[in-house]
């Protein structure tokens, strides 16, 4: 079987390369020139854990390969994924001009039947927008030729995509016949023998299900948030109320954990998406307008804890951070917290010591040399008056405290994932503020 993915971003890079993993000859197509020499060259424009050798191997296989032009591989292939971007509009809307191009390239070209399948995250009623500009550039040709438009959102989260691909819990397909069914059956096969666990829909209710399912995560950490800022003011420590609500099984443990706020490529669009979706269709999401509120707010949250400390004297404070991504184990810096942190505390007069073990690069190329980038977590906190902990990456989890205090100037630290634990840190000579507690 053969099929191309248009996009070699994050969903479709790591879509391609696992389906290669299993015997599927895949091409994946991108019109940057530049980023497809690279990956001929193994390359790879993006942080994930594994990523890289599997495309490698995949490439020397011969089941992976990479190529500027959709047009020219359209006889070979089956089917066709879509995993371009859908940056949100000014006013919050998905943008679909490049979803809508993919598919105008595919009528002007297509010469036999083909499944046309969404991976990326568009609104729902994007496929009938789809069908619809295939068809129009069909009937331009004057030519009859049958084809499916499928929905199959992706779940990956970054950090553990490939594992997320290849050991998916669930596999949401939206479909409209029975052919392009049995094409995503066959395709989804090898990944879940022993439990097959793809759950076909319409097409419009798979488009809603990855909106759904991402505002759903972003209201849990915004409740969390706000219930954590709620337990400072009466006393109450966050963690145990965490523990104590996910013990309850309707509830349960995940995405109960209060910080700085969430950040990147999806739940940040996708909840603005939703709102504007519901807009158009006469109807508030009055909900997710407060998820986004509470969500902005919380990433101004260590600055406003460490105005206080200082009784707003921060003019020349050194500020050690520890991360920059918007999660670990990525490079992945799109509307992360940390933007905000930096943003606030330069204004305030700071000088920035960052560290962050695969987002330094990134970083340097959205702000420039602003701040100063360590080569290492200790080479962060040198001299520093204040050590803020922003992205929870495992080699933060237990540092050596005794040189860190001998290294900065005053023993403090701002925890902004909850990772330390109060009484140990305090007990060292620190003084120690987290979220919830």
């Known amino acids: 079987m053969k099929i191309a993915i248009v996009g070699t971003g994050y969903v479709g890079l790591v879509t391609g390369t696992c389906f290669a993993e299993i015997g599927v000859n895949v091409v994946c197509i991108d019109t940057n020139c530049a980023k497809i020499e690279a990956l001929e060259k193994g390359i790879i424009p993006i942080y994930e854990n594994g990523l890289e050798e599997m495309v490698n191997r995949n490439m020397k296989a011969g089941r992976l390969k990479f190529i500027t032009s959709l047009a020219n591989c359209l006889d070979e292939v089956d089917v066709v994924f879509s995993a371009v971007g859908t940056p949100p509009d000014e006013d919050g809307s998905a943008d ?15 010469r036999k039947y083909i499944l046309v399948v969404t991976k990326s995250t568009v609104p729902v009623g994007t496929a009938k927008k789809i069908r619809a500009a ?13 084809f499916d438009v499928a929905s199959n959102p992706e779940f990956l989260k970054e950090g553990n ?26 395709l989804y096969k090898p990944f879940l023998l022993n439990n097959f666990r793809v759950i076909f829909m319409d097409i419009p209710s798979a488009e809603m299900t990855k909106y759904a399912a991402n505002s759903m995560l972003a209201t849990r950490i915004s409740f969390m948030n706000d ?18 609500i996910g013990s309850d099984t309707r509830i349960g443990r995940k995405f109960l954990y209060p910080g700085i706020g969430y950040g990147g490529s999806c739940f940040p669009k996708d909840v603005k998406a939703l709102i504007k979706t519901a807009e158009q269709n006469g109807y508030q999401m009055r909900v997710l307008r407060a998820v986004e509120e509470v969500n902005e707010r919380q990433k101004s949250i ?53 560290y962050d073990p695969a987002a330094m690069q990134e970083c340097r190329r959205r702000i420039g040399d602003v701040i100063y980038y360590a080569k290492d977590m200790y080479d962060a906190v040198w001299d520093a008056d204040t050590l803020m902990l922003v992205t929870e990456w495992k080699e933060f989890r237990l540092p ?38």
């Open 96 to 110: 679909l001009s490049y979803v809508l191009e993919v598919a105008r390239t595919i009528g002007r070209n297509m």
């Open 134 to 146: 295939i068809q129009e550039e069909l009937d331009k040709r004057n030519v009859q030729i049958e």
């Open 161 to 186: 995509a490939i594992n997320d691909f290849m050991s998916p819990d669930r596999v949401v397909v939206g479909v409209e016949s029975e052919r392009a069914k049995k094409l995503m059956t066959r």
């Open 227 to 244: 219930i954590a800022n709620l337990c400072e003011l009466v006393g109450a420590d966050v963690n145990m109320v965490r523990s104590g």
């Open 302 to 354: 260590l600055f406003e804890k460490l105005q206080r400390y200082f009784n707003g004297d921060l003019q020349g404070r050194i500020i050690a951070l520890w991360g920059l991504a918007f999660k670990p184990e990525t490079d992945d810096m799109r509307e992360a917290p940390v933007l905000v942190l930096i943003n606030k505390l330069l204004n305030a007069g700071c000088k920035i010591r960052a």
């Open 400 to 437: 050596s405290w005794a040189v860190i205090k001998k290294t900065m100037q005053l023993p403090v630290i701002l925890d902004g994932r909850n990772i330390y634990d109060k009484k140990e840190i305090e007990e060292l000579g620190f003084t120690y503020h987290c979220i919830g507690k």
